[in-house]
């Protein structure tokens, strides 16, 4: 076994001399073969690309393994670069560093890439199974070195992974500066995001992995958990969710909340799974209650769920279309539907290269065609998608509820071919409203961001469970205040009572996987009183260490996502991204720490513009007003989008907001009832 470095090492850079190669640990779960269709020249150009973090001593050496890399696993990832050190956030205090602000940040980088956190650790992958941190070692061991250096008068720019540098900055500067596969528009297709990737020249950074605030699975178990609860409301006209039955798929990165977030609504959550390490993973995690990969056992234990009532999350070892057909046999055969709910949380953003798996072939099969033959896999991947729709279609005219989780699941089905278009629509269709089934975000989560609630996060850097047990203290005690205040509005009620439960037993549901982190939906009115009784208490040492606040850049600003975040603004401007990067933009100069813009995330490159920060609370009083000043923007900036497209849950937010702050003036439309 090597020997483990110490912190200090891990930041003094690209070692020299350089470590031993490697070979890959199986024992670790790897990303697939990435597919790319380099030319020859590419292909050199790819390995002198990567030959540029090293002296030419060592370029001969590394030339061949980098194309050995480049072969077998379609990107040069530099496994011999892999530090030999337990990754993991560390206590803030515990970095070499000449700014604190800077050490929150390697403790958040080395969140994204802990073992327990990340999806494919060794590839730099943290989630929805292309999600990059960096795109190789290099870039990793390089960018910690600039912030271990870092003072607070500079600031680090990172480009698609690559730490461009350090430039001179202010104070009151970000410290981080990030872009993730921004691209120019006419290149930013599927084959061109494969190519740029393997030449090592951009990156897909999903949401939160290339932007450093990824907190585990944790993330999406709230906004998952709202999601349940209010499509139960919506489209059951039930508060108890009891005996109620919920259907997806992915036990992976962000889908592996899935199973929490079904027991805490209170249903019954049946979630399949191809691999088999993804689904152990959350077993032995806790998240997932009981597993099978037999159906006829699986129909068994549904049946048994519902009627006791439990509250249990049952994982299915293999393809969910299996689970779909099982069920539709079922129907058909009794006249009885065992699923309430129904969506999908496959990565179908990435359908071709690891994000969606054939019925009909194991896993392992699945990663050997897809390498072998990638057109044969598509069209297996495609023909599974029609089967997938046609079974969902069948349970859905029984009295089923189905919608897309955000995951281009209607993108992928309509280029496939299946029955997912409403009667009338054309193939060409472009609209959610020409699917037969909503975005998630059309009929359940849309109100909720144009209210101006969305998943406002947090990280206690001294990585002390007792620190976090007193945030959620702090933000209970908060939120029920302002509750108590005549400033919240009756709409507001609803998702605040949602909050408090959430928060005052997020403890008891041992969501930490990680860095010491919590989720909570909150508004503006919200996050500006957490952040400020955050920071007064790590003033007055009730807190013992800076807190990190952030979002997941799936929130009422941060994303521009037509078939997601955006997906019932219906004026047309659907496909426009301006908010997205109005938005970080002005959260860089209002005090963020750090900003990121990204092309990609959730439904795939090329598909969505989105961004999101992060802010230390320091305890000092500059701290305060930036927190106040960056988080009124970061919300009203989304809401008063929403307003102009028309929705009145935004406009009375928007409006609300301006009597509360004289200096706020935004455009407000007028009805037009023509």
Same mark, same amino acid.
């Given at each position: 076994?090597?020997?483990?470095?110490?912190?200090?090492?891990?930041?003094?850079?690209?070692?020299?001399?350089?470590?031993?190669?490697?070979?890959?640990?199986?024992?670790?779960?790897?990303?697939?073969?990435?597919?790319?269709?380099?030319?020859?020249?590419?292909? %050199?150009?790819?390995?002198?690309?990567?030959?540029?973090?090293?002296?030419?001593?060592?370029?001969?050496?590394?030339?061949?393994?980098?194309?050995?890399?480049?072969?077998?696993?379609?990107?040069?990832?530099?496994y011999?670069?892999?530090?030999?050190?337990?990754?993991?956030?560390?206590?803030?205090?515990?970095?070499?560093?000449?700014?604190?602000?800077?050490?929150?940040?390697?403790?958040?980088?080395?969140?994204?890439?802990?073992?327990?956190?990340?999806?494919?650790p060794?590839?730099?992958?943290?989630?929805?199974?292309?999600?990059?941190?960096?795109?190789?070692?290099?870039?990793?061991?390089?960018?910690m070195?600039?912030?271990?250096?870092?003072?607070? =008068?500079?600031?680090?720019?990172?480009?698609?992974?690559?730490p461009?540098?350090?430039?001179?900055?202010?104070?009151?500067s970000?410290?981080?500066?990030?872009?993730?596969?921004?691209?120019?528009?006419?290149?930013?297709?599927?084959?061109?995001?494969?190519?740029?990737f393997?030449?090592?020249?951009?990156?897909?950074?999903?949401?939160?992995?290339?932007?450093?605030?990824?907190?585990?699975?944790?993330?999406?178990?709230h906004?998952?958990?709202?999601?349940?609860?209010?499509?139960?409301?919506?489209?059951?006209?039930?508060?108890?969710?009891?005996?109620?039955?919920?259907?997806?798929?992915?036990?992976?990165g962000?889908?592996?909340?899935?199973?929490?977030?079904?027991?805490?609504?209170?249903?019954?959550?049946?979630?399949? =799974?191809?691999?088999?390490?993804?689904?152990?993973?959350?077993?032995?995690?806790g998240?997932?209650? =009981?597993?099978?990969?037999?159906?006829?056992?699986?129909?068994?234990?549904?049946?048994?769920a519902?009627?006791?009532?439990?509250?249990?999350?049952?994982?299915?070892?293999?393809?969910?279309?299996?689970?779909?057909?099982?069920?539709?046999k079922?129907?058909?055969?009794?006249?009885?539907?065992?699923?309430?709910?129904?969506?999908?949380?496959?990565?179908?953003?990435?359908p071709?290269?690891?994000?969606?798996?054939?019925?009909?072939?194991?896993?392992? %099969?699945?990663?050997?065609?897809?390498?072998?033959d990638?057109?044969?896999?598509?069209?297996?991947?495609?023909?599974?998608?029609?089967?997938?729709?046609?079974a969902?279609?069948?349970?859905?005219?029984?009295?089923?509820?189905?919608?897309?989780y955000?995951? +281009?699941?209607?993108?992928?089905?309509?280029?496939?071919? @299946?029955d997912?278009?409403?009667?009338?629509?054309?193939?060409?269709?472009?609209?959610?409203?020409?699917?037969?089934?909503? $975005?998630?975000?059309?009929?359940?989560?849309?109100?909720?961001?144009?209210?101006?609630?969305?998943?406002?996060?947090?990280?206690?850097?001294?990585?002390?469970?007792?620190?976090?047990?007193?945030?959620?203290c702090?933000?209970?005690?908060?939120?029920?205040?302002?509750?108590?205040?005549?400033?919240?509005t009756?709409?507001?009620?609803?998702?605040? +009572?949602?909050?408090?439960?959430?928060?005052?037993?997020?403890?008891?549901?041992?969501?930490?996987?990680?860095?010491?982190?919590?989720?909570?939906?909150?508004?503006?009115?919200?996050?500006?009183?957490? +952040?400020?009784?955050?920071?007064?208490?790590?003033?007055?040492?009730?807190?013992? @260490?800076?807190?990190?606040?952030?979002?997941?850049?799936?929130?009422?600003?941060?994303?521009?996502?037509?078939?997601?975040?955006?997906?019932?603004?219906?004026?047309?401007?659907?496909?426009?991204?301006?908010?997205?990067?109005?938005n970080?933009?002005?959260?860089?100069?209002?005090?963020?720490?750090?900003?990121?813009?990204h092309?990609?995330?959730?439904?795939?490159?090329? %598909?969505?513009?989105n961004?999101?920060?992060?802010?230390?609370?320091?305890? $000092?009083?500059?701290? =305060?007003?930036? @927190?106040?000043?960056?988080?009124?923007?970061?919300?009203?900036?989304?809401?008063?989008?929403?307003a102009?497209?028309?929705?009145?849950?935004?406009?009375?937010?928007?409006?609300k907001?301006?009597?509360d702050?004289?200096?706020?003036?935004?455009?407000?439309?007028?009805?037009?009832?023509?």
């Open positions: 076994m090597s020997r483990q470095i110490s912190l200090q090492e891990l930041c003094s850079g690209i070692p020299d001399p350089l470590p031993d190669l490697k070979t890959r640990d199986e024992m670790v779960p790897h990303a697939p073969y990435r597919n790319h269709d380099l030319t020859k020249h590419q292909i %050199e150009v790819a390995i002198r690309n990567a030959l540029r973090y090293f002296p030419p001593k060592y370029h001969q050496t590394l030339s061949k393994e980098f194309h050995d890399e480049l072969e077998k696993y379609g990107h040069i990832y530099m011999r670069l892999i530090p030999d050190i337990e990754m993991k956030a560390y206590p803030i205090d515990e970095y070499p560093c000449k700014s604190k602000h800077a050490a929150a940040i390697m403790h958040m980088i080395m969140n994204n890439l802990d073992h327990r956190v990340a999806q494919f060794h590839e730099l992958v943290t989630y929805g199974g292309n999600g990059q941190v960096f795109s190789n070692w290099a870039q990793f061991r390089l960018t070195k600039y912030l271990s250096e870092m003072t607070d =008068e500079q600031t680090l720019v990172m480009c698609s992974g690559h461009q540098g350090l430039y001179p900055s202010t104070k009151n970000p410290r981080a500066v990030i872009s993730n596969g921004m691209v120019i528009p006419n290149y930013s297709s599927t084959n061109d995001y494969n190519r740029m393997a030449m090592g020249v951009s990156m897909y950074g999903q949401m939160t992995a290339g932007s450093f605030c990824y907190i585990g699975p944790q993330g999406i178990v906004g998952t958990t709202i999601t349940v609860l209010n499509a139960g409301r919506k489209y059951l006209g039930v508060d108890d969710m009891r005996g109620k039955i919920f259907v997806t798929s992915g036990l992976g962000m889908s592996g909340a899935q199973a929490k977030a079904a027991v805490i609504a209170g249903c019954v959550g049946v979630i399949a =799974e191809v691999d088999e390490t993804a689904l152990n993973k959350r077993h032995k995690q998240w997932l209650m =009981e597993k099978t990969s037999d159906l006829d056992e699986l129909l068994d234990m549904i049946k048994k519902r009627n006791l009532k439990q509250a249990i999350s049952i994982g299915y070892h293999g393809n969910v279309v299996d689970v779909w057909e099982k069920l539709v079922e129907y058909k055969n009794t006249g009885e539907l065992h699923a309430d709910l129904g969506s999908d949380q496959t990565s179908l953003h990435n071709f290269n690891g994000g969606y798996y054939p019925v009909g072939l194991s896993f392992s %099969e699945a990663n050997k065609l897809m390498q072998d990638p057109q044969k896999f598509k069209t297996l991947v495609q023909e599974s998608l029609v089967r997938h729709v046609a969902i279609n069948v349970l859905s005219d029984g009295g089923m509820h189905f919608w897309d955000g995951n +281009a699941f209607l993108l992928e089905a309509k280029m496939a071919g @299946a997912i278009l409403k009667k009338g629509a054309t193939v060409d269709a472009s609209s959610t409203t020409d699917f037969r089934y909503p $975005s998630y975000v059309q009929h359940i989560m849309g109100d909720i961001f144009s209210l101006g609630f969305g998943p406002f996060r947090w990280v206690c850097t001294s990585a002390m469970a007792t620190d976090l047990a007193e945030t959620d702090l933000a209970a005690e908060v939120i029920s205040n302002l509750m108590k205040t005549e400033t919240v009756e709409a507001a009620k609803q998702q605040y +009572a949602d909050n408090i439960k959430w928060i005052k037993e997020a403890g008891d549901h041992k969501l930490v996987v990680g860095s010491q982190a919590r989720i909570l939906y909150s508004d503006q009115q919200g996050r500006v009183a957490i +952040a400020r009784a955050f920071n007064q208490a790590v003033k007055n040492g009730r807190i013992s @260490a800076p807190v990190v606040i952030s979002r997941d850049h799936h929130d009422v600003s941060g994303t521009d996502s037509p078939f997601r975040e955006t997906s019932n603004i219906y004026d047309g401007s659907a496909f426009c991204a301006d908010m997205a990067v109005q970080c933009i002005g959260d860089s100069f209002r005090g963020a720490t750090w900003v990121a813009l092309n990609g995330g959730g439904v795939g490159w090329g %598909e969505v513009i961004g999101g920060f992060g802010m230390v609370l320091d305890g $000092s009083d500059e701290a =305060e007003e930036r @927190a106040k000043m960056m988080l009124n923007w970061d919300v009203n900036n989304g809401v008063t989008r929403r102009w497209s028309g929705n009145q849950h935004a406009k009375e937010t928007i409006e907001a301006m009597r702050d004289p200096r706020l003036k935004v455009t407000v439309p007028y009805d037009v009832d023509l």
